[in-house]
């Protein structure tokens, strides 16, 4: 009998749960976001060390359970320590992805290449619904800053002095979207 893996709010309630100290939501919590964290890993650094990274990744979320807010998406949150593990293990040049990520015109290798792998796909979709799901729990002038920033709406037009207010604006919703992702603690690790 297959068990299924589940969805995004059963996720945020066993997280809620465990941030609580109950012990019965980490067995499947750690099944659904294990293989996540694997995925994620693989395909970023070289096979021999995306279980090793997944598994520290792993071992943050769980040891920072504590700090997480009910109410909040966990998967944003989540994904957040997982990529800060992968950036540890990157940013040390030890174990660099042996395939480059980009091709030369600087497109993902995938779709340079013509293809892409469909867990891949899986991984980038999951991470796009999270980043949006922060980006929706951000304030409408965050947000829109944000959605400019991405290209999604066009910047208004505004003279030097707004141009600042501006900048500001953006980097004020970068520092809210970041907390978003990581959770209230703004720990990354």
Do not use: C
Not at 168 to 186: E, H, N, Q
């Amino acid at each position: 009998m297959t068990t299924r893996s589940p969805n995004e709010a059963e996720l945020d309630a066993l997280m809620a749960r465990l941030s609580e100290g109950d012990r019965a939501a980490f067995d499947p919590l750690f099944s659904a976001l294990n293989p996540r964290a694997v995925r994620l890993a693989r395909a970023r650094v070289d096979p021999q060390r995306a279980d090793d990274v997944a598994q520290s990744a792993l071992l943050k979320v769980f040891a920072r359970a504590s700090e997480f807010e009910a109410g909040r998406p966990v998967l944003p949150w989540f994904y957040a320590i997982v990529a800060n593990e992968i950036r540890a293990v990157t940013r040390g040049k030890l174990h660099r992805a042996q395939v480059p990520l980009e091709a030369e015109d600087g497109r993902p290798r995938e779709i340079a290449d013509g293809h892409q792998d469909p867990e891949r796909r899986a991984i980038e979709r999951e991470l796009e619904l999270a980043l949006e799901r922060a980006i929706e729990s951000l304030d409408t002038v965050s947000a829109d800053a944000i959605a400019t920033m991405l290209g999604r709406v066009d910047r208004p037009a505004i003279d030097h002095q707004s141009s600042s207010a501006f900048r500001k604006r953006v980097s004020r919703a970068y520092a809210r979207l970041r907390l978003a992702l990581v959770g209230a603690s703004g720990h990354e690790r």
